[in-house]
């Protein structure tokens, strides 16, 4: 099976995804009152919301790497901690090169 088989559903389904969920942010920022700019405003609002959403989203998955990166090398200093201070300083070079 080739791997490209599946590269186009994934990338449709990824599209519309995207786009349940900037519906949702939508409807949700919209509010209740009636006042201003009705539909652009609640757009306006919506396209707000969902940048701080992608930023949030991407500051927690940063977060939650480091804590399990970090709690990998705790049980791994467990057993030995010359291999995990290793682990740690060729992590560090990986990182530092890219």
């Known amino acids: ?17 995207a ?5 949702i942010v ?3 920022s919209s509010g209740d009152s009636g006042s201003g700019g009705g ?3 609640s757009m306006l609002a919506g396209i707000g919301n ?11 998955l940063a977060v939650s790497i ?3 990166i970090a709690i990998f090398l705790a049980a791994v200093a467990m ?5 995990a ?5 060729d992590l560090k070079k990986n990182l530092s090169a890219r």
């Open 26 to 28: 939508f409807v949700a």
């Open 39 to 41: 539909g652009f405003g």
């Open 85 to 89: 201070s290793q682990m740690y300083r």
């Open 79 to 83: 057993v030995d901690s010359a291999q």
């Open 19 to 23: 786009g349940v969920v900037i519906l």
């Open 50 to 60: 969902l940048l701080l959403y992608i930023i949030g989203l991407g500051i927690s």
């Open 1 to 17: 099976m080739n791997k490209n088989d599946f590269k186009a559903p994934l990338i449709q389904s990824a599209v519309v995804l």
């Open 66 to 68: 480091t804590i399990l």
